[in-house]
């Protein structure tokens, strides 16, 4: 078992040490901060605060009391965030530890949504209330939001902690947690059982294989297209494949445009979902009736991350600001190991032995991640431009 352990927190480890998805899909964020300058602390009141943003409010969790920062956020009294269900990566226990810690009202406004929507929500409700005060969003909506000065910089106290290539240098996003792409399936509905995207073309399995969204809108589903077009001949550079394979796919009858979700699971209406890996494991404690299996792609192995950001405009920014903190904590990180995902800051809890064991045990095997690859900011940036092209026409909205 020891043995067993220690090669887990070795993969998992080197994992991190790589130059994965966040840096290098989203480095194009630095462009987006020139209207959010990081200045250097006064030697006065913010003498505690190594910097402030534009805002004067702080830009970094370094030389922060946590008592100041708490008691501001009680001020406030409340944190709006956005389509966090409490079924992804564990979001349910994670809101309900920090409500609970802290004393203060949360808001998951659209927990179905999409991270086009979060950005959206950002801008459609500038100056209002009900505004997002932090998002949790893909690769390539980070990016998009970045650009358009959407975030303000923010660095939690844990950022020396955080690999350099899972953070802007600015501090405008910060990357969170990572998934791979799986194939879960209704064990009672399904047969034979797949385990590649080669399978899914078994005629079979007509009506039953979806996608977490489209495309178009959704970080999930673009991952989705990603992992197919590594099985069928593309590339990282190239997902053209994959989007030829999901046209192909839905010729046959097999892909259905009914997103996947857990609804949609606990009823069997999309017997096979191609989505996340923490979402689909999530599925097999919650629905037992399902008999829900989770598989790697043997063709396919592909991974990328999601970033939290703090809204330019948030209406409770230091909540804002703590709820980051929370999230870049060990209790936080841990949390959503918890639920499957892999948090950023792996690397750094696993040489300090906090990591349970149970934790580690409870993912699959780490050699079944051994092929996974990372799209970089220009492939994620030509990826989302070709499925715009490509998608509507051969697949549909």
């Given at each position: 078992?020891?043995?067993?352990?220690?090669?887990?927190?070795?993969?998992?480890?080197?994992?991190?040490?790589?130059?994965?998805?966040?840096?290098?899909?989203?480095?194009?964020?630095?462009?987006?901060?020139?209207?959010?300058?990081?200045?250097?602390?006064?030697?006065?009141?913010?003498?505690?605060?190594?910097?402030?943003?534009?805002?004067?409010?702080?830009?970094?969790?370094?030389?922060?009391?946590?008592?100041?920062?708490?008691?501001?956020?009680?001020?406030?009294?409340?944190v709006n965030i956005i389509a966090c269900p409490p079924d992804w990566a564990n979001y349910g226990e994670i809101?309900?530890?920090?409500?609970?810690?802290?004393?203060?009202?949360?808001?998951?406004?659209?927990?179905?949504?999409?991270?086009?929507?979060?950005?959206?929500?950002?801008?459609?409700?500038?100056?209002?209330?009900?505004?997002?005060?932090?998002?949790?969003?893909?690769?390539?909506?980070?990016?998009?939001?970045?650009?358009?000065?959407?975030?303000?910089?923010?660095?939690?106290?844990?950022?020396?902690?955080?690999?350099?290539?899972?953070?802007?240098?600015?501090?405008?996003?910060?990357?969170?947690?990572?998934?791979?792409?799986?194939?879960?399936?209704?064990?009672?509905?399904v047969n034979p059982a797949p385990t590649s995207f080669k399978d899914l073309m078994n005629s079979a399995y007509?009506?039953?294989?979806?996608?977490?969204?489209?495309?178009?809108?959704?970080?999930?589903?673009?991952?989705?297209?990603?992992?197919?077009?590594?099985?069928?001949?593309g590339s990282l550079s190239n997902v053209g494949p994959g989007i030829d394979f999901f046209a192909k796919l839905?010729?046959?009858?097999?892909?259905?445009?009914?997103?996947?979700?857990?609804?949609?699971?606990?009823?069997?209406?999309?017997?096979?979902?191609?989505?996340?890996?923490?979402?689909?494991?999530?599925?097999?404690?919650?629905?037992?009736?399902?008999?829900?299996?989770?598989?790697?792609?043997?063709?396919?192995?592909?991974?990328?991350?999601?970033?939290?950001?703090?809204?330019?405009?948030?209406?409770?920014?230091?909540?804002?600001?703590?709820?980051?903190?929370?999230?870049?904590?060990?209790?936080?990180?841990?949390?959503?190991?918890?639920?499957?995902?892999?948090?950023?800051?792996?690397?750094?809890?696993?040489?300090?032995?906090?990591?349970?064991?149970?934790?580690?045990?409870?993912?699959?095997?780490?050699?079944?991640?051994?092929?996974?690859?990372?799209?970089?900011?220009?492939?994620?940036?030509?990826?989302?431009?070709?499925?715009?092209?490509?998608?509507?026409?051969?697949?549909?909205?």
């Open positions: 078992m020891e043995e067993f352990e220690a090669q887990e927190v070795e993969f998992w480890a080197k994992i991190f040490e790589e130059p994965i998805s966040r840096t290098q899909m989203l480095r194009r964020s630095a462009a987006a901060a020139a209207g959010l300058t990081v200045l250097a602390a006064p030697a006065s009141a913010m003498a505690a605060r190594a910097r402030v943003s534009a805002s004067g409010l702080p830009a970094s969790g370094a030389g922060l009391s946590m008592s100041e920062l708490v008691s501001e956020a009680k001020k406030e009294g409340h809101i309900s530890t920090f409500k609970s810690k802290y004393g203060l009202s949360l808001t998951d406004a659209n927990p179905d949504g999409s991270s086009a929507q979060e950005n959206q929500a950002i801008v459609s409700l500038k100056g209002n209330s009900r505004a997002p005060d932090a998002v949790d969003v893909g690769p390539a909506f980070a990016l998009q939001g970045a650009q358009q000065g959407l975030y303000t910089p923010y660095k939690v106290s844990t950022w020396a902690s955080i690999p350099a290539n899972q953070k802007d240098p600015k501090g405008l996003w910060t990357g969170d947690y990572w998934g791979a792409i799986s194939i879960g399936y209704n064990s009672k509905l007509k009506g039953q294989v979806a996608l977490n969204g489209s495309p178009l809108t959704s970080g999930s589903a673009v991952a989705g297209v990603f992992a197919a077009a590594l099985a069928n001949g839905k010729d046959s009858g097999n892909f259905i445009t009914v997103e996947s979700t857990p609804q949609t699971v606990a009823s069997g209406q999309t017997p096979i979902s191609i989505d996340w890996d923490y979402l689909n494991l999530g599925y097999v404690k919650e629905y037992p009736a399902a008999d829900w299996k989770v598989v790697i792609p043997s063709d396919g192995v592909y991974g990328s991350g999601y970033a939290q950001a703090i809204n330019a405009t948030a209406p409770n920014p230091w909540s804002a600001r703590l709820w980051e903190e929370f999230l870049y904590s060990d209790q936080g990180q841990l949390l959503w190991l918890k639920g499957f995902s892999h948090p950023v800051r792996f690397q750094d809890m696993s040489k300090r032995g906090v990591i349970p064991a149970a934790l580690l045990k409870a993912l699959p095997p780490a050699n079944l991640y051994a092929k996974v690859k990372f799209a970089n900011d220009a492939q994620q940036t030509t990826a989302k431009n070709l499925i715009a092209k490509q998608w509507p026409s051969k697949i549909g909205a």
